[in-house]
């Protein structure tokens, strides 16, 4: 599952991307070969550690352990024949299910089954069996013990209620009913009907009975009754569309190789089926179908991945099909049910809308789960990791073979910024995680990007080819079952020869990572470079040392670079290294591999020469960061305005000073027209729009006029506001009825400037429907244009909030700011108007009392 990174952060917040290649070039430095000095010669000094002081506890308690499923039956095969209730949202069911005992003899068999109506329970033969039901288990009692060698069929008719039970969630998958209508009731004319299921992580069940636990497997097929103006996607195979009467039919999906019941899916609706072959297994790509033009772009080089990743593993794309769509109002990022993929509608865009927006990460991570996930899966939730860290790096992966270093050193990057990030919010847990309070807790920037990144190291410390093919003996050995990260490590062991309980205990079972203080001095009588290194993490919260190979440049004044591999693995350690003189610079962890924050303190000049010496995009990304308000770091600035990623090109645009200074004013004028990258096109506009030497005004008509990707659109709409309001708002008006929601946002923040009531349908209409992306800031755009309204145009317009907010359906994002946009009117009345205030007040308190959502009503306490 990819839970998609604003998600994650911003749904963490509610409860407390990636470019093209560029053709242009850095200033060209001539370097020698450089100097690589053999370990032996690197000399280390250890200081001892102090002393440190063990209170015993006065209490032993168990830690909180949550262990593996206990398996006492084995699921074999499920047969469903379903068919559905738009109006009540319900599915009524048949569910066929071949099972034996695992190890002992059984009689009682348990299964999970939340909120449904029970009709009947019968064997094979017809026998009514006995049973209890208590609305979440289901305990049949099947007349006798059955043995290891004894199959069990058992038929249970039933309704289930999805709709209907409480609603929970958590920041990554934001419901968990299992089973979802979308305008069930074709309430809302401008939203399509569909039915999609998100079974992740025990949420199934909530639709059909099951051992719904990520340590089980089965075999499926799925008969789906619909009407005929519907498509439907399951797992497997499509074998047979059988006429049901003048205007439905039965479509029959029967998947033959075993897959945990979390990843069961079927997906009902109105879409365009896109089809292409790739190596005799169809490829299929639904989309609604105002965007089958754009398909095979929106689900971007499926066929290639799928190439590179069966090749780099040296293991074939195991499943019959592959499978993509996208679905209305979905509830995470994306799920990777086998050879079914649903995807948010986030993804679904058009050719302008694609401009530098590509979906390739996405696409790659729920690809490669099909490998890690469906083909071997995490025996529990606490081993998540063994399932999201592999996604997770393989965007990485791509990104470096389709894109290049640079572009993989920037997905990076940002990858260990969510992890850190993920820690400030919710602090510290090992990667392997007995210990969780809540399942869904696992779904966090430690499974994902610290997984990855952890992956990262192995790969590199490892060797690419002892890496993928420990990669390969893992899959062959584990195919078709659920692991543990023992079994991860003891494949790579059995293939790299080496002991690697070092690198799993203070990477995958030890919480956190090290926190290193480095400085540097030199020795001129032993012509010496000493860095002094001291780790500084918490040892009560995570391991006191790590154990940290790495390579450190050190470069004199002319730029030659001599290289040292060196290992960390003190609390505090002095390494010396032989150098000629002092060195101009010194990078520590050169090819930018490890996991860890640091201080470190160097000069500006040191720092412009880290931008020119320094290869790897962290390097030069920081160097830039860095010096970003130096005076005496101009030349390095513009220099990096020719910088090859776009990252640093756009940061250099922001933090350069242009002082009347005509070669920079030229520079990014003419990055504005002509840089190959949206974002960096962006910054020169809104960098140009705050100086006076030009005429802005005529760059911002070229804009509107040749202009292709909108959110430089969106920008150089905001930049004509800061110039003319009143021509920004005809503009804003003019590209209202723009196909596309990157405007929005723009369009949104200068409507709001005028103040008229005339625009309050504009915002009113996209409520919930506006990007998620852009959220936030159009509530905030809504709120500054309604909140000085007259109070019966206040009135009405809290109506439609109230209506979003009450509608249990409803995407909890917008269903949030709905009632927290309440909240704030109340607030803004409260003094000039207590009456109006109380008034909304009442509103808001009948939204708290009709949720469910446990995350929204922990929220809503503030209220």
């Given at each position: 599952?990819?839970?998609?990174?604003?998600?994650?952060?911003?749904?963490?917040?509610?409860?407390?991307?990636?470019?093209?290649?560029?053709?242009q070039g850095?200033?060209?430095?001539?370097?020698?070969?450089?100097i690589v000095?053999?370990?032996?010669?690197?000399?280390?000094?250890?200081?001892?550690?102090?002393?440190l002081?063990i209170?015993?506890?006065?209490?032993?308690?168990?830690?909180?352990?949550?262990?593996?499923?206990?398996?006492?039956?084995?699921?074999?095969?499920?047969?469903?024949d379903?068919?559905f209730?738009?109006?009540?949202?319900?599915?009524?069911?048949?569910?066929?299910?071949?099972?034996?005992?695992?190890?002992?003899?059984?009689?009682i068999?348990?299964?999970?089954?939340?909120?449904?109506?029970?009709?009947?329970?019968?064997?094979?033969?017809?026998?009514?069996?006995?049973?209890?039901?208590?609305?979440?288990?289901?305990?049949?009692?099947?007349?006798?013990?059955?043995t290891?060698?004894?199959?069990?069929?058992?038929?249970?008719?039933?309704?289930?209620?999805?709709?209907?039970?409480?609603?929970?969630?958590?920041?990554?998958?934001?419901?968990?009913?299992?089973?979802f209508?979308?305008n069930?009731?074709?309430?809302?004319?401008?939203?399509?009907?569909?039915?999609?299921?998100?079974?992740?992580?025990?949420?199934?069940?909530?639709?059909?009975?099951?051992?719904?636990?990520?340590?089980?497997?089965?075999?499926?097929?799925?008969?789906?009754?619909?009407?005929?103006?519907?498509?439907?996607?399951?797992?497997g195979?499509?074998?047979?569309?059988?006429?049901?009467?003048?205007?439905?039919?039965?479509?029959?999906?029967?998947?033959?190789d075993p897959?945990?019941?979390?990843?069961?899916?079927?997906?009902?609706?109105?879409?365009?089926?896109?089809?292409?072959?790739?190596?005799?297994?169809?490829?299929?790509?639904?989309v609604?179908?105002e965007?089958?033009?754009?398909?095979?772009?929106?689900?971007?080089?499926t066929?290639?991945?799928?190439?590179?990743?069966s090749?780099?593993?040296?293991?074939p794309?195991?499943?019959?099909?592959?499978?993509?769509?996208?679905?209305?109002?979905?509830?995470?990022?994306?799920?990777?049910?086998?050879?079914?993929?649903i995807?948010?509608d986030?993804?679904?865009?058009?050719?302008?809308?694609?401009?530098?927006n590509d979906?390739?990460?996405?696409?790659?991570?729920?690809?490669?789960?099909?490998?890690f996930?469906?083909?071997?899966?995490?025996?529990?939730w606490?081993?998540?990791?063994l399932?999201?860290?592999?996604?997770?790096?393989?965007?990485?992966?791509w990104e470096?073979?389709?894109?290049?270093?640079?572009?993989?050193?920037?997905?990076r990057?940002?990858?260990?910024?969510?992890?850190?990030?993920?820690?400030?919010?919710?602090?510290?847990h090992?990667?392997?995680?007995?210990?969780?309070?809540?399942?869904?807790?696992?779904?966090?920037?430690?499974?994902?990007n610290k997984g990855?990144?952890?992956?990262?190291?192995?790969?590199?410390?490892m060797?690419?080819?002892?890496?993928?093919?420990?990669?390969?003996?893992?899959?062959?050995?584990?195919?078709y079952?659920?692991?543990?990260?023992?079994?991860?490590?003891?494949?790579?062991?059995?293939?790299?020869?080496?002991?690697?309980?070092?690198?799993?205990?203070?990477?995958?079972?030890?919480?956190g990572?090290?926190?290193?203080?480095?400085?540097?001095?030199?020795?001129?009588?032993?012509?010496?470079?000493i860095?002094?290194?001291?780790?500084?993490?918490?040892?009560?919260?995570?391991?006191?040392?790590?154990?940290?190979?790495?390579?450190?440049?050190?470069?004199?004044?002319?730029?030659?670079?001599?290289?040292?591999?060196?290992?960390?693995?003190?609390?505090?350690q002095?390494?010396?290294?032989?150098?000629?003189?002092?060195?101009?610079?010194?990078?520590?962890?050169?090819?930018?591999?490890?996991?860890?924050?640091?201080?470190?303190?160097?000069?500006?000049?040191?720092?412009?020469?880290?931008?020119?010496?320094?290869?790897?995009?962290?390097?030069r990304?920081?160097?830039?960061?860095?010096?970003?308000?130096?005076?005496?770091?101009?030349?390095?600035?513009?220099?990096?305005?020719?910088?090859?990623?776009?990252?640093?090109?756009?940061?250099?645009?922001?933090?350069?000073?242009?002082?009347?200074?005509?070669?920079?004013?030229?520079?990014?004028?003419?990055?504005a027209?002509?840089?190959?990258?949206?974002?960096?096109?962006?910054?020169?506009?809104?960098?140009?729009?705050s100086?006076q030497?030009?005429?802005?005004?005529?760059?911002?008509?070229?804009v509107?006029?040749?202009?292709?990707?909108?959110?430089?659109?969106a920008?150089?709409l905001?930049?004509?506001?800061?110039?003319?309001?009143?021509?920004?708002?005809?503009?804003?008006?003019?590209?209202?009825?723009?196909?596309t929601?990157?405007?929005?946002?723009?369009?949104?923040?200068?409507?709001?400037m005028?103040?008229?009531?005339?625009y309050?349908?504009?915002?009113?209409?996209?409520?919930?429907?506006?990007?998620?992306y852009?959220?936030?800031?159009?509530?905030?755009?809504?709120?500054?244009?309604?909140?000085?309204?007259?109070?019966?145009?206040?009135?009405?317009?809290?109506?439609?909030?109230?209506?979003?907010?009450?509608?249990?359906?409803?995407?909890?994002?917008?269903?949030?700011l709905?009632?927290?946009?309440?909240?704030?009117?109340?607030?803004?009345?409260s003094?000039a108007?207590?009456?109006?205030?109380?008034?909304?007040?009442?509103?808001?308190?009948?939204?708290?009392?009709?949720?469910?959502?446990?995350?929204?009503?922990?929220?809503?306490?503030?209220?």
């Amino acid at each position: 599952m990819n839970t998609l990174r604003f998600y994650l952060l911003a749904l963490i917040a509610l409860v407390s991307s990636y470019a093209c290649k560029t053709t242009q070039g850095v200033v060209d430095t001539t370097e020698e070969e450089p100097i690589v000095i053999p370990v032996e010669e690197v000399i280390t000094e250890e200081r001892l550690l102090d002393e440190l002081q063990i209170t015993a506890p006065r209490d032993f308690v168990l830690p909180r352990y949550n262990p593996e499923a206990t398996r006492l039956f084995d699921l074999i095969h499920t047969s469903l024949d379903i068919r559905f209730d738009w109006t009540n949202e319900h599915v009524i069911g048949r569910a066929d299910l071949t099972l034996r005992p695992f190890f002992y003899p059984r009689q009682i068999l348990e299964l999970d089954a939340k909120g449904f109506d029970i009709l009947s329970v019968t064997s094979f033969n017809g026998r009514e069996l006995s049973h209890e039901y208590d609305g979440k288990k289901l305990h049949i009692d099947m007349g006798r013990l059955y043995t290891r060698d004894e199959d069990i069929r058992v038929t249970i008719d039933y309704i289930a209620k999805p709709s209907e039970g409480p609603v929970g969630g958590s920041a990554a998958i934001t419901s968990d009913k299992g089973l979802f209508f979308i305008n069930p009731r074709n309430e809302e004319p401008n939203k399509p009907q569909q039915i999609w299921t998100q079974g992740e992580t025990e949420h199934n069940s909530n639709w059909f009975p099951t051992i719904d636990k990520p340590n089980e497997r089965c075999t499926q097929e799925i008969k789906l009754t619909v009407q005929n103006r519907f498509k439907t996607l399951s797992n497997g195979t499509l074998i047979s569309s059988t006429p049901l009467g003048p205007d439905k039919r039965v479509d029959h999906w029967k998947m033959d190789d075993p897959h945990a019941p979390y990843l069961f899916m079927i997906a009902v609706g109105e879409f365009a089926r896109v089809t292409e072959e790739w190596n005799g297994k169809l490829l299929e790509y639904y989309v609604e179908e105002e965007y089958e033009p754009y398909a095979k772009d929106i689900y971007a080089h499926t066929p290639e991945m799928l190439t590179f990743f069966s090749d780099i593993l040296d293991y074939p794309y195991p499943w019959d099909k592959y499978s993509q769509i996208i679905t209305r109002d979905y509830v995470s990022g994306a799920m990777e049910n086998t050879t079914a993929v649903i995807f948010g509608d986030f993804i679904q865009k058009t050719d302008r809308e694609l401009i530098d927006n590509d979906n390739d990460y996405i696409v790659a991570h729920e690809m490669v789960h099909h490998w890690f996930g469906d083909l071997v899966t995490c025996e529990s939730w606490a081993n998540l990791t063994l399932n999201e860290a592999f996604a997770n790096y393989s965007e990485y992966l791509w990104e470096e073979y389709k894109y290049g270093a640079d572009d993989a050193g920037y997905l990076r990057m940002n990858e260990r910024s969510g992890y850190l990030n993920s820690i400030q919010q919710s602090g510290i847990h090992p990667l392997i995680h007995y210990g969780y309070n809540d399942k869904e807790e696992m779904f966090d920037g430690h499974t994902y990007n610290k997984g990855g990144l952890i992956l990262h190291m192995l790969r590199h410390y490892m060797g690419d080819e002892a890496f993928y093919a420990s990669l390969n003996h893992y899959l062959t050995k584990n195919a078709y079952s659920a692991v543990e990260s023992d079994e991860l490590r003891m494949a790579f062991e059995d293939i790299f020869g080496e002991d690697l309980n070092w690198f799993f205990d203070q990477w995958f079972l030890s919480a956190g990572h090290p926190q290193l203080e480095i400085s540097h001095s030199y020795d001129t009588v032993a012509a010496e470079v000493i860095i002094e290194i001291a780790q500084t993490q918490d040892p009560e919260q995570s391991a006191p040392i790590f154990q940290l190979p790495v390579t450190i440049s050190v470069y004199d004044e002319e730029g030659q670079e001599s290289m040292f591999d060196v290992w960390i693995n003190k609390r505090t350690q002095e390494i010396h290294l032989p150098f000629h003189r002092d060195p101009a610079l010194v990078v520590f962890d050169k090819e930018d591999l490890l996991l860890y924050t640091k201080q470190e303190d160097k000069t500006t000049q040191e720092y412009i020469n880290q931008y020119s010496w320094a290869k790897t995009f962290k390097h030069r990304y920081e160097a830039i960061d860095r010096i970003k308000s130096k005076s005496d770091a101009q030349e390095t600035l513009q220099a990096a305005l020719y910088d090859r990623h776009f990252s640093i090109r756009q940061k250099a645009v922001e933090y350069i000073q242009i002082k009347d200074d005509r070669l920079i004013v030229e520079r990014l004028a003419d990055m504005a027209k002509n840089d190959p990258h949206s974002s960096v096109r962006g910054a020169a506009i809104k960098k140009l729009s705050s100086d006076q030497t030009i005429d802005v005004t005529a760059l911002l008509d070229g804009v509107f006029e040749t202009e292709r990707a909108y959110p430089v659109i969106a920008t150089a709409l905001e930049s004509l506001a800061s110039i003319d309001q009143d021509l920004a708002i005809e503009k804003a008006k003019a590209l209202q009825d723009e196909p596309t929601t990157q405007l929005v946002g723009g369009i949104a923040e200068v409507l709001s400037m005028s103040g008229d009531s005339m625009y309050l349908p504009y915002f009113e209409q996209r409520l919930n429907s506006v990007s998620l992306y852009q959220v936030f800031n159009f509530y905030e755009s809504y709120f500054e244009l309604l909140k000085d309204q007259p109070q019966q145009i206040i009135e009405r317009s809290n109506a439609r909030l109230k209506e979003i907010a009450l509608n249990p359906s409803e995407n909890l994002f917008y269903k949030f700011l709905a009632t927290n946009t309440l909240s704030r009117l109340s607030y803004y009345y409260s003094e000039a108007s207590p009456d109006f205030a109380k008034k909304i007040e009442m509103d808001i308190q009948e939204i708290k009392d009709n949720e469910t959502n446990e995350i929204l009503v922990q929220r809503y306490s503030s209220f």
